[in-house]
C-alpha cells in the first residue's frame, strides 16, 4: 500500500513561517520516490486545487508558482523518502489545505499518481 502522510501545518501569524513534511511509505514505494516528481498543492474554500511547487527526482530543479517564489523552498531527502515545503513570509491569502503530490514533474494535478491526505495551514492576520 502506498502512502503519503503530510505533517506540519497549523495556525501562525501574518509574516511566519512553517514547514511541511510529506513522508511516503509503501513496500514497492521507495523505489517509486527516488525516480519520480514530488509536488506541493493547495486548496482554500470554494477555490481550486492549485499548483505551489515541484521537485524533480533528483533534487536539482524546482518550480514554483508566482505567488510562492521567493517564499517557499521545496525539498526532498530520497533516504528518508521524505519532500518538505519550507515556507516563509506567510500571507493569509495562503491559507488552504496543502497536499503534496507524486508523479511527473508538472504544474498540473492530473501529472500526479499519488496523492497525501492533505495538512491544513492557516495565516492570520
Known amino acids: 500500500q502506498v502512502q503519503l502522510v503530510e505533517s506540519g501545518g497549523g495556525l501562525v501569524q501574518s509574516g511566519g513561517s512553517l514547514r511541511l513534511s510529506c513522508a511516503a511509505s509503501g513496500q514497492t514505494f521507495s523505489s517509486y520516490f527516488s525516480n519520480h516528481a514530488m509536488g506541493w498543492f493547495r486548496q482554500a474554500p470554494g477555490k481550486e486545487r492549485e499548483f505551489v511547487a515541484s521537485?524533480?527526482?533528483?533534487?536539482?530543479?524546482?518550480y514554483y508558482t508566482d505567488s510562492t517564489k521567493g517564499r517557499f523552498t521545496i525539498s526532498r531527502d530520497n533516504a528518508k523518502n521524505t519532500v518538505y515545503l519550507q515556507m516563509f513570509s506567510l500571507k493569509p491569502e495562503d491559507t488552504a489545505v496543502y497536499y503534496c503530490?507524486?508523479?511527473?514533474?508538472?504544474?498540473?494535478?492530473?501529472?500526479?499518481?499519488?496523492w497525501g491526505q492533505g495538512t491544513q495551514v492557516t495565516v492570520s492576520s
Open positions: 521537485i524533480t527526482w533528483n533534487g536539482v530543479n524546482t
Open positions: 503530490a507524486a508523479g511527473s514533474i508538472a504544474t498540473m494535478a492530473s501529472r500526479y499518481d499519488y
